[in-house]
């Protein structure tokens, strides 16, 4: 599991990231029937990526599946579903427009400075656990079959890096990447008002878990630091 988590959860990111990636399918469609296409794969990435993160959902897959294997487990599942978006979708024409020289330049800019914000965040984050390996580790160790995410995460709450500026700083640097690109085709754009729009709503609905777990304390950093658009000034450590 642990294997199968690494490579699909990393694998499939890689792939969704590559910009050159093979298309494993092609369809044929016309424009109208791509974007129908496009917008129905990124539909149930976001209901598998969604709908399996709710604390409800994982208190029943705990019934059938070891509790220390959840977060592997859903690294697989998305990884599935991120495949399945990144290896057949469809073009829907050709670009809306092409940037050159320095609107290009700023536009590859701000892709690598999310990426880098990216990166900074998951340092920051000492919790960060994308793959769901370190409760299964603590059980080979220990034999500890408790995931303790949430004592974990309200123990290393403290407020660093990019989290004094937006309260999720990984969707912020997404978000961004799905815009800058200098050939904005019209399956990328769906894709990039899809996607945002999904992310903010998600990170609303995440926001539950995070005050349930952690409670004034994060209904106080909710109060003093934006959501994704840093508009204040950074929040204090």
Same mark, same amino acid.
């Given at each position: 599991?642990?294997?199968?988590?690494?490579?699909?959860?990393?694998?499939?990111?890689?792939?969704?990231?590559?910009?050159?990636?093979?298309?494993?399918?092609?369809?044929?469609?016309?424009? $109208?029937? +791509? /974007?129908?296409?496009? #917008?129905? &794969?990124?539909? !149930?990435?976001?209901?598998?990526?969604?709908?399996? =993160?709710? @604390?409800?959902?994982?208190?029943?897959?705990?019934?059938?599946?070891?509790?220390?294997?959840?977060?592997?487990?859903?690294?697989?599942?998305?990884?599935?579903?991120?495949?399945?978006?990144?290896?057949?979708?469809?073009?829907?024409?050709?670009?809306?427009?092409?940037?050159?020289?320095? $609107?290009? +330049? /700023?536009?590859?800019? #701000?892709? &690598?400075?999310? !990426?880098?914000?990216?990166?900074?965040?998951?340092? =920051?984050? @000492?919790?960060?656990?994308?793959?769901?390996?370190?409760?299964?580790?603590?059980?080979?160790?220990?034999?500890?079959?408790?995931?303790?995410?949430?004592?974990?995460?309200?123990?290393?709450?403290?407020?660093?890096?990019?989290?004094?500026?937006?309260?999720?700083?990984?969707?912020?640097?997404?978000?961004? /990447?799905?815009?800058?690109?200098?050939?904005?085709?019209?399956?990328?754009?769906?894709?990039?008002?899809?996607?945002?729009?999904?992310?903010?709503?998600?990170?609303?609905?995440?926001?539950?878990?995070?005050?349930?777990?952690?409670?004034?304390?994060?209904?106080?950093?909710?109060?003093?630091?934006?959501?994704?658009?840093?508009?204040?000034?950074?929040?204090?450590?």
């Amino acid at each position: 599991m642990m294997a199968l988590a690494v490579v699909l959860g990393g694998g499939s990111m890689a792939y969704f990231a590559w910009a050159g990636r093979p298309r494993l399918l092609d369809l044929g469609l016309s424009p $109208p029937a +791509a /974007l129908a296409w496009n #917008a129905l &794969l990124s539909g !149930v990435f976001f209901a598998q990526h969604s709908v399996m =993160v709710r @604390r409800p959902v994982r208190a029943r897959l705990a019934t059938v599946i070891p509790a220390r294997y959840d977060g592997a487990f859903y690294a697989v599942t998305s990884g599935l579903a991120l495949l399945l978006v990144a290896g057949v979708l469809q073009p829907a024409g050709p670009p809306l427009f092409v940037l050159h020289a320095l $609107p290009r +330049a /700023l536009v590859i800019a #701000a892709a &690598l400075l999310a !990426v880098a914000t990216f990166a900074w965040a998951i340092v =920051v984050l @000492r919790t960060f656990d994308p793959f769901g390996l370190r409760p299964i580790r603590r059980h080979l160790r220990d034999g500890d079959a408790s995931p303790s995410r949430s004592s974990d995460d309200a123990r290393a709450f403290v407020i660093r890096g990019p989290y004094r500026w937006v309260r999720h700083p990984l969707y912020s640097a997404i978000i961004v /990447l799905l815009w800058a690109d200098p050939s904005m085709a019209p399956a990328r754009l769906e894709l990039a008002l899809l996607w945002t729009a999904w992310i903010a709503v998600g990170a609303r609905l995440e926001e539950h878990d995070l005050v349930a777990n952690l409670g004034d304390a994060y209904r106080r950093y909710r109060e003093r630091v934006p959501m994704l658009i840093p508009w204040r000034r950074s929040a204090e450590r």
